[in-house]
Nanobody, 120 residues
Framework: QVQLVESGGGLVQPGGSLRLSCAASGFTFSTYAMSWYRQAPGKERELVAVISSTSGSTNYAGSVKGRFTISRDNAKNTVYLQMNSLKPEDTAVYYC?????????????WGQGTQVTVSS
């Protein structure tokens, strides 16, 4: 079955950097778009970045554009999120996501999440 395992979160000072990783298994990784979402306390989960399956085209939330970079290594079945110039408002649990369409219905798959805390 589909499994997504995030790693790389932690505590970092404002202005610092972190790289999140998401190891995927149970599906043909190279043929699916991959995304990173985040959820801060008391807020709804929001889309941070998405990368397409083949062309590698990317899209970002306005709040992270220019600071975060999503990438993927199809040989390693892994998607990354490089986060630079981190701000306290980036504090959240970050989730890896992919989805499949079957019979016209969308099925979302999530990792367990990794905590990112930006604080001095």
């Amino acid at each position: 079955q589909v499994q997504l395992v995030e790693s790389g979160g932690g505590l970092v000072q404002p202005g610092g950097s972190l790289r999140l990783s998401c190891a995927a298994s149970g599906f043909t990784f190279s043929t699916y778009a991959m995304s990173w979402y985040r959820q801060a306390p008391g807020k709804e989960r929001e889309l941070v970045a998405v990368i397409s399956s083949t062309s590698g085209s990317t899209n970002y939330a306005g709040s992270v554009k220019g600071r975060f970079t999503i990438s993927r290594d199809n040989a390693k079945n892994t998607v990354y999120l490089q986060m630079n110039s981190l701000k306290p408002e980036d504090t959240a649990v970050y989730y890896c996501n992919t989805y499949q369409l079957r019979g016209g219905q969308r099925y979302d798959y999530w990792g367990q999440g990794t905590q990112v805390t930006v604080s001095s």
